[in-house]
């Protein structure tokens, strides 16, 4: 694949303006599936199930099974609805999309069309710095989601020079919310960042209703993103293009820029943009051709003649907008006041997608200074190191119970990071690595004492110092009490204690 030639993104925004829209699929964490009674691997119990093991006659498309509604997947996708502010139907239908899918048995998909389950919603963005924006959504519709090909034998597990392909059908039937906004103008050079934006905020309402998983690296979230541009002043939309299937919020925030870039080279050469379908490579931080983009016509949609309509009642739904949890943004100016952080401090928190790991520390008994330190500091590090999200490398309980060691005297900080590595390594609680490792800190003023004064006798000089006023000589004494306790003594104890010593 050649490299696209791009603009640089300051001049693309001085010639064009960009208008994006976001198709964000949210797979459902329901026991079962949408329309049959096999697991759901989109269900922490059953996402590392072998290969076509979580399947059922409806799955494959055999002949004569009939789908049957999951019950739980439509609340789920009401609360959904709701949390996005749209208003509910008070009748939808499904209806059958035809499109080759040769990771569906039956060769179509169930979705919804023209009769969503939720319409005409708005959601509140928060950015980086703060600012609010509000993205309007068009509609949030049910439907099942497609199984999974592995290309064999071409690079990087990609169709092109593939000799074979492997179809597992697990994922083929799992419920999914699509959540469409309407056009999003007024964007302009923020574009990026309001995509990136926008995904965690789906994400965020996702797991504040308990419906997903939300683990976006394992694809339960992930974002189609249209973009087109428009020159200055025009009315007319541009032709847009849809990068398909990107999950990471940084990845959608470079998808963006780079489909800008793009566009805009094309455009200012008298180049015409096909509307098309695009794949995201996150090696190389480029997009590719696809398909032609297909419109709602070609896939000949028609209702689903074995399903009837959905019709949820007024009472239903109004007992589900009362169980409504508080909405991501409303949640982080509380906490933010409550937690008493400047706007940097918070900042830190939510941009490392944080904000609950914090929470619940303190609710297990931090202050919130310290947890905000563990997490944005020393776990956040291993993380990415290991490209892991933080809060799978340790709970909020232990990282709770290591501050308190830390505030009884038990450990020093540094002793602290060590128990945290043995921690998050697998051995256990913050007190089974201590016991297994030895590392609680020196509280015996005898054995302090013992190597104060063997640490004096190597320097003479340094009690003469202290005696004559000079206080900061001790230091020369507290770093080789340190080395010889291998760093498990208090050494605000063991200045105490040498200034004792001196009569100081």
């Known amino acids: 694949m050649s490299a696209a030639k791009l603009m640089d993104y300051d001049k693309a925004l001085e010639l064009f303006e960009p208008v994006i829209g976001l198709e964000v699929h949210v797979e459902l964490n329901t026991r079962t599936k949408m329309f049959s009674s096999a697991g759901n691997p989109a269900n922490e119990e059953f996402h590392a199930a072998a290969p076509n093991t979580l399947i059922a006659p409806v799955d494959l498309g055999l002949p004569g099974s009939m789908p049957v509604v999951n019950r739980e997947a439509v609340l789920s996708s009401i609360s959904l609805g709701l949390a996005l502010g749209c208003s509910i139907a008070p009748a939808s239908r499904f209806a059958r999309k035809n499109y080759f899918y040769p990771d569906l048995g039956k060769n179509y998909q169930i979705s919804q069309y023209d009769e969503p389950i939720a319409f005409e919603g708005a959601v509140e963005v928060e950015l980086e710095d703060g600012e609010i924006i509000t993205v309007p959504i068009e509609r949030a519709h049910m439907e099942e989601d497609a199984g999974k090909l592995t290309h064999v034998g071409g690079s990087a597990g990609r169709i092109q020079g593939a000799s074979s392909s492997l179809v597992d059908y697990n994922r083929a039937g799992v419920p999914l919310v699509e959540i469409v906004t309407k056009p999003i103008f007024g964007t302009e050079h923020r574009a990026p960042e309001i995509a990136k934006a926008y995904l965690g905020t789906i994400r965020d309402i996702a797991r504040s209703l308990g419906i997903s998983e939300a683990r976006m690296e394992r694809g339960n979230i992930r974002c189609d993103a249209n973009v087109s541009l428009r020159p200055r002043g025009a009315e007319k939309l541009g032709t847009r293009t849809e990068t398909k299937n990107v999950n990471s919020m940084r990845s959608v925030e470079r998808a963006v820029r780079y489909e800008i870039r793009r566009q805009a080279v094309i455009l200012s050469e008298g180049g015409t943009i096909t509307q098309e379908t695009r794949h995201w490579h996150e090696d190389t931080g480029e997009t590719s051709p696809g398909r032609p983009k297909s419109d709602a016509d070609d896939y000949r949609y028609f209702p689903e003649p074995d399903l009837l309509p959905v019709a949820p009642s007024n009472e239903l739904i109004e007992s589900l ?91 020093t900080d540094k002793l602290a990071r060590q128990v945290l590595e043995g921690v998050i390594a697998g051995e256990g609680t913050p007190q089974d690595v201590i016991d297994a490792r030895g590392l609680a800190v020196v509280s015996d003023d005898g054995a302090l004492i013992a190597a104060i004064d063997e640490a004096l006798q190597s320097q003479p000089d340094v009690m003469a110092k202290i005696q004559a006023g000079k206080v900061q000589a001790a230091g020369a004494i507290i770093g080789a009490v340190m080395k010889a306790m291998k760093g498990q003594a208090d050494a605000a104890r063991v200045r105490e204690l040498i200034l004792e010593r001196a009569g100081a």
């Not at 918070?346 to 914090?358: E, I, K, Y």
């Not at 919130?368 to 799978?392: S, V």
């Open 321 to 411: 907008r009362a169980k409504l949890p508080e909405g991501p943004a409303a949640k982080r100016r509380r906490l933010k006041g409550e937690w008493g952080f400047t706007d940097l401090e918070f900042q830190d928190v939510a941009n490392g997608g944080l904000v609950d790991a914090v929470e619940a520390t303190i609710a297990a008994g931090a202050t919130p200074a310290a947890a905000r330190k563990w997490w944005t500091g020393e776990i956040a590090r291993t993380a990415n190191a290991q490209g892991r999200e933080a809060a799978d490398l340790v709970s909020a309980e232990h990282v709770a119970a290591l501050q308190k060691l830390v505030d009884e005297g038990t450990l």
